[in-house]
């Protein structure tokens, strides 16, 4: 999907606004860190890992960056999704923070 570049941008707020305000909940009781600066947002785990998402404006991607892996995601029909494995953001970012802390993450995937 093309969009412009104010479309894109609400869109990736949007998406880190979520992941932000659900890890609020696990900042605490899982030390983990999360904040958002100069169009990154960063996931600090208790063993120092970290999740790197940001945005790539020329692409109209979020890309996310783990210990492991990177991934580039494409937005089509109304969803992030993966351009090497066709899987959804959400479930993505869900795995790899689970993989950091053996918790489980169920984020809001809403609008």
Known sequence: MQMDNNQYHQLVDHVMLQIQNYLDFYINSHEIDCEIKYNMLIIEFKNKNQIIINKQEFLQEIWMATKDTGYHFQYK??????????????????????????????????K
């Not at 869900?94 to 993989?99: E, I």
């Open 77 to 110: 029909n109304q969803n992030w999704i993966c351009k090497r494995t066709d899987i959804n953001f959400w479930t993505i970012i869900s795995q790899c923070c689970f993989l950091e802390c053996n918790v489980p993450f169920y984020f809001n995937q809403k």
